[in-house]
């Protein structure tokens, strides 16, 4: 808050003052662990509760994302995502209610004998007693237990008070925890309702002991900031686990499920390409991308990364999309440069252009050179690979002619290839020199036709040809 005018700032004293940032937080006695200042770019001396270095994954592709609009998993492809994911190495797998239907139950309870390795199965169940019931004999290890806490739901949806709301949720939890599964409470809508009304039911069920309390973003209407309130002051109140779940309505998903972390929630929910209801939650690349630039060695040891390509491409299968071409990580365009100065500084050092390094998802680099924005430094990386030998005039002659060619129509790898290639046979014969670039434009243009009159091109055509006949 602003001083008020008439009053001194702080002690009136005006010097600067250097703060040295690393011992302020080498000192600050609230560090978990004294392991904080080793990490990423982001950690802040005051955030003794940030838990961007300590969280866990509720993975819902099976059960958020069966709301998504094209899903409809049978077993097969549930199994096959649900061991995807196991291998990827999420912590919690959700799985649709199994009072939902028949077939909902024998799926949950299939995949609970499947004896994942490394991801525990939880269910999502209504805050009632009859779903309870069923969700402990499925064979899951926790139970997700949800109701509308805001005045929209209570009066449209399920239309009972909080005090209802309250003496069902102890009976459920009791229940559940008599039974030795673990459960969660969470409030829907949590941030359309009365933060008393939350604070209050959030105390009473972290007093009777429920493992995590819920916060969830129905509508997605919440920003960084109220989330990071909200949490914070929710991590005031109870000391059991928190859990955030956020739909991307207005694009705040992972920003949000940052800011949860950073206030001390402990658990996000994410889909497989951010698949659910409407247009989705928190995708689980976008928070492994997220989480990486704040703590990569601590995101390393917890998951298989190069994994992550794979889960994609089968839930994009099941559910019939394509992977967005500007998906986080995996995203055709995730890791191509291609403005010549960013190309220039990629090939001296990759940091410069990217915080996250594509060797850890299994993903590769990608320098376009074939465009009229390329540099002469990228087509010398391409001459370099393709073991041709040119000094730097001749590769800057060879660039020139390349962005005179990309100003007409977009080249090609293959293209570009050849023309160096060209380039190259022509100045090792005598035929060219520097600055001649009409004698290259007849060599390319010979080279062009005789690859059009070439036996073995015509006879391709041919068999095009009679194929399309
Ligand atoms: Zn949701």
């Known amino acids: 808050m602003c001083p008020p005018e008439d009053k001194p700032v702080a002690n009136g004293n005006e010097e600067m003052v250097a703060i040295d940032l690393a011992s302020a937080v080498k000192t600050n006695g609230h560090l978990n662990g004294g392991e904080k200042d080793k990490k990423g770019f982001y950690n802040r001396p005051s955030d003794f509760l940030s838990n961007t270095s300590n969280w866990q994954i509720i993975e819902s592709t099976l059960r958020e994302g069966e709301q998504f609009a094209n899903a409809f998993f049978d077993l097969e492809t549930k199994i096959k995502i649900a061991k995807a994911l196991d291998e990827f190495g999420v912590e919690w797998i959700e799985l649709t209610s199994p009072a939902a239907s028949p077939e909902s139950r024998a799926h949950c309870e299939a995949i609970c004998n499947l004896g994942l390795k490394r991801s525990k199965i939880l269910t999502h169940i209504r805050c009632h007693m009859d779903d309870a019931r069923i969700a402990v004999e499925t064979g899951v290890d926790g139970v997700d237990v949800v109701i509308g806490t805001s005045s929209f739901l209570r009066e449209h949806s399920h239309g009972k008070d909080m005090s209802w709301i309250t003496k069902t ?4 939890i009791q229940f559940v925890k008599s039974k030795g599964i673990e459960i969660r409470f969470s409030s829907e809508d949590s941030f359309r309702s009365e933060l008393v009304d939350l604070l209050s039911i959030y105390r009473t069920v972290d007093k009777i002991g429920v493992n995590r309390v819920g916060v969830a973003d129905t509508v997605g209407c919440a920003d960084p900031r109220q989330v990071y309130e909200l949490v914070r002051t929710l991590r005031g109140v109870v000391s059991c686990d928190i859990e955030c779940h956020f739909h991307n309505d207005t694009g705040c998903a992972i920003a949000n499920a940052y800011a949860a972390l950073e206030a001390g929630a402990t658990h996000i929910d994410t889909s497989v390409l951010g698949i659910g209801e409407r247009n989705g939650i928190t995708p689980l690349g976008g928070l492994i ?3 990486m630039v704040a703590d990569p060695e601590y995101v390393k040891s917890k998951y298989n990364l190069t994994m992550l390509r794979e889960v994609e491409n089968i839930v994009a299968e099941a ?10 990580i995996t995203g055709f365009c995730a ?5 010549g100065i960013h190309a220039k500084a990629i090939l001296a050092n990759p940091s410069t252009y990217e ?5 850890d998802f299994g993903m590769t680099r990608y320098v376009s050179i074939g465009h009229r924005l390329t540099g002469w430094n990228a ?3 391409r001459v370099e690979q393709l073991n041709l030998t040119l000094t730097d005039e001749q590769i800057k002659d060879a660039t020139a002619k390349i962005k005179e060619l990309a100003d007409v129509r977009t080249q090609s790898m293959e293209d570009v290839d050849m023309i160096l290639r060209i380039y190259h046979t022509a100045v090792q014969e005598g035929k060219l020199k520097v600055g001649q670039s009409a004698v290259l434009d007849r060599l390319l243009e010979e080279h062009v036709n005789s690859r059009e009159t070439s036996p073995n091109r015509n006879a391709k055509r041919q068999r095009v040809e009679e194929a399309s006949a």
């Open 169 to 172: 949720a102890i009976e459920v």
């Open 289 to 291: 991308a997220r989480m």
């Open 319 to 328: 559910v019939e999309i394509q992977v967005p071409f500007n998906n986080y």
């Open 335 to 339: 890791f191509t440069h291609k403005a």
């Open 355 to 359: 915080i996250l390094n594509p060797a």
């Open 379 to 381: 087509v010398k990386s």
